[in-house]
């Protein structure tokens, strides 16, 4: 596509309910980022996928938080038994390369409202 | 670690004045450093990055910025402001020398612009 697709635009969960997130990148890009923005906040890092390798996952908040890029194209993030702190929104980058002064293309997000 | 530091949480100003939006980041060595715009309900778009040579970037849509090692900032300036440059503002940093690709951005300045 022309552009980074997330889908759904818009999730509502109740609280200790699975999600999954997802995100097609541009197509033949390598690098995939996923980050969170809470309201009122900056984009913050979760982790990093270099093809269907994740080589950073530091960002991550707890062990309910998974990410997978199994054929280094679409991305999938999961979040386990969602918690109120959860509620924000969720950002997936591409960028053609590996440097890491390279744009970086967002998508337009996923905003996940916990109940 | 890095951080980034946006003093300015919202500023108006009218159309056709000039613009300065600051930006002060924290890093040990010398930084990739990013600016990025947020409209409401799309992704993050890049304007312009800094990552070597001239300390004067040009962007896109007439965005310039100067990075000050001394002060360590990266402001963004425009001479003349357009209504649809109203929108959220979004300074990055990155690493130069640990390879690692996460970028830290700052909490972000709202600009509102007055007819």
């Known amino acids: 596509g022309a552009g980074v697709s997330q889908s759904p635009r818009y999730k509502v969960a109740k609280r200790g309910q699975d999600v999954a997130l997802r995100c097609d990148p541009i197509s033949g890009h390598v690098s995939l980022f996923w980050y969170q923005q809470a309201l009122g906040q900056g984009p913050e890092f979760l982790t990093y996928f270099q093809n269907e390798a994740q080589l950073d996952k530091s960002g991550l908040p707890s062990d309910r938080f998974f990410a997978e890029r199994p054929e280094g194209s679409v991305s999938t993030l999961k979040i386990q038994r969602t918690q109120q702190e959860d509620s924000a929104v969720y950002l997936c980058?591409?960028?053609?390369?590996?440097?890491?002064?390279?744009?970086?293309?967002f998508g337009s997000g996923t905003q996940l409202s916990v109940l | 670690a890095q951080s980034v530091t946006q003093p300015d949480i919202h500023i108006t100003v009218s159309e056709g004045a000039s613009l300065e939006l600051r930006c002060n980041y924290s890093y040990g060595a010398t930084p990739y450093l990013f600016w990025y715009v947020q409209s409401p309900g799309q992704g993050l778009q890049l304007l312009l990055k800094?990552?070597?040579?001239?300390?004067l970037v040009q962007g896109i849509k007439g965005f310039e910025a100067e990075f000050k090692r001394s002060q360590s900032s990266f402001n963004l300036r425009k001479p003349s402001v357009h209504w649809s440059d109203a929108a959220e503002y979004f300074c990055a940093v990155g690493a130069m020398d640990t390879g690692r690709r996460a970028l830290t951005f700052g909490s972000g300045t709202r600009l509102q612009v007055q007819p």
């Open positions: 800094y990552f070597s040579g001239d300390t």
């Open positions: 980058a591409s960028s053609l390369t590996t440097a890491t002064n390279e744009k970086l293309f």
